[in-house]
């Protein structure tokens, strides 16, 4: 199947830092992927939409100036969340479906970030 | 909107036995797709399973298999030969075939192989 990668895999950062989130499609172009968030034991909950070449579309009660979204190329799109606070510590999934007939989405391994 | 359901939050299996996973969702939709996602604990999402509404055979992968009743909106999920390693949450998933590949997921189904 398609590869999809993230990085960092976790990351521990300052209370008021910003923290930038790399997820990649290795061996296939994406025109969008997707964010996702998850809390332990839950499931996963879609943050965003990230388009290639335009603005990311944000989920209801998902703060868009705290949650950047770039999709700079056809296999790259970036998450930064800015002036991180605890309540931003979660694992953050990223996801891409392939341009072909079964539209499948691959996802990444995930990030853990922790706020200190 | 569309909603998926799950309502077995845990659930348990010997090895080498067979256990079935329920899901049931809701759409106004014809035209979609379902699948089955697990996530060991090592957090990696993967495909288990997928199946094309517009396909009336039921998807089989291996040991894993499904039961798409599209009229009761049922897609439950069949592990047979139960291994160690297929430990994990378990998610089912919607997607619309007009949705842009957006996945609504239910809950999930933690499932435990015990030896």
């Known amino acids: 199947g398609a590869v999809v990668s993230q990085h960092p895999s976790w990351v521990i950062c300052k209370s008021g830092t910003s923290v930038k989130i790399e997820c990649r499609s290795l061996?296939?172009?994406?025109?969008?992927m997707f964010w996702y968030r998850q809390f332990p034991k839950q499931s996963l909950m879609l943050m965003a939409t990230s388009n290639e070449g335009s603005k990311a579309t944000y989920e209801q009660g998902v703060e868009k100036d705290k949650f950047l979204i770039n999709h700079a190329s056809l296999t790259l799109s970036t998450l930064t969340v800015t002036s991180a606070h605890p309540e931003d510590s979660s694992f953050y999934i990223c996801?891409?479906?392939?341009?072909?007939?079964?539209?499948?989405?691959?996802f990444g391994p995930g990030t853990r970030l922790t706020v200190l | 909107a569309q909603t998926v359901t799950q309502s077995q939050p845990e659930m348990s299996v010997q090895e080498a036995e067979t256990v079935t996973l329920s899901c049931t969702y809701d759409?106004?939709?014809?035209?979609?797709?379902l699948f089955w996602y697990k996530q060991p604990p090592s957090r990696q999402m993967i495909l288990v399973i997928r199946q094309e509404a517009y396909k009336q055979q039921n998807a089989t992968e291996n040991r894993f298999s499904v039961n798409f009743q599209k009229a009761a909106k049922s897609f439950s999920l069949k592990i047979s030969d139960s291994q160690l390693g297929d430990t994990a949450m378990y998610f089912c998933?919607?997607?619309?075939?007009?949705?842009?590949?957006?996945?609504?997921f239910g809950e999930g189904t933690q499932l435990t192989v015990n030896p």
């Open positions: 061996d296939f172009q994406a025109t969008t």
């Open positions: 998933a919607f997607m619309s075939a007009t949705s842009g590949s957006r996945l609504t």
């Open positions: 996801s891409a479906p392939t341009a072909d007939a079964t539209d499948t989405q691959y």
């Open positions: 759409t106004s939709e014809s035209n979609y797709y």
